[in-house]
């Protein structure tokens, strides 16, 4: 069970830095080619311009975030990270009447990633409990 709870804790640390580098570089790369007509459906509760600031606050948090918990500090920040990505993900790809799958493949693959932000929380939260002498 220790074994186990390393790998995941460890996941969420490549998760949360992939997803927010990953955010932050679409974020940024929108913000310098000064585009106005992208939609991004899977953020459901941010429209517009608002999508564009949500993703590279986002993106930040989850860099930040995973950097500060490898060295030891602010593992609640990963944890509170980890989940939001989860519930962006759960939401907006699976719940939200907004987003279309483009096929079988496509409709797996956001499961898998939808899993993995799954087992990144959980990971973030095996993080926050006391080690036993």
Same mark, same amino acid.
């Given at each position: 069970?220790?074994?186990?709870? &390393?790998?995941?804790?460890?996941? @969420?640390?490549? #998760? ?6 990953? !955010?932050?570089?679409?974020?940024? =790369? $929108?913000? =310098? ?11 459901? %509760?941010?429209?517009?311009?608002? !999508?564009? %600031?949500?993703? $590279? ?5 989850? =860099?930040? @975030? @995973? ?11 990963? +944890? &509170? #990270?980890?989940? =939001?990505?989860? &519930? $962006? ?6 719940? @939200?009447? &907004? ?11 956001? #499961?898998?990633?939808? $899993?993995?932000?799954?087992? +990144? ?13």
């Amino acid at each position: 069970m220790n074994f186990f709870a &390393v790998v995941l804790r460890f996941w @969420s640390y490549l #998760f949360a830095f992939a997803v927010g580098l990953l !955010a932050f570089g679409v974020g940024f =790369i $929108l913000l =310098i080619s000064g585009s106005s007509n992208f939609r991004l459906e899977m953020l459901p %509760w941010f429209k517009d311009g608002a !999508a564009l %600031w949500a993703l $590279l606050v986002l993106g930040l948090l989850g =860099i930040i @975030s @995973s950097v500060l918990a490898l060295k030891g500090r602010a593992k609640p920040l990963l +944890a &509170v #990270f980890c989940s =939001i990505a989860f &519930v $962006l993900m759960a939401y907006g790809y699976f719940m @939200s009447p &907004v987003y279309r799958f483009d096929g079988s493949s496509d409709a797996w693959g956001t #499961f898998a990633a939808t $899993l993995g932000a799954l087992g +990144a929380t959980f990971g973030a939260l095996m993080a926050l409990r006391k080690q036993r002498a």
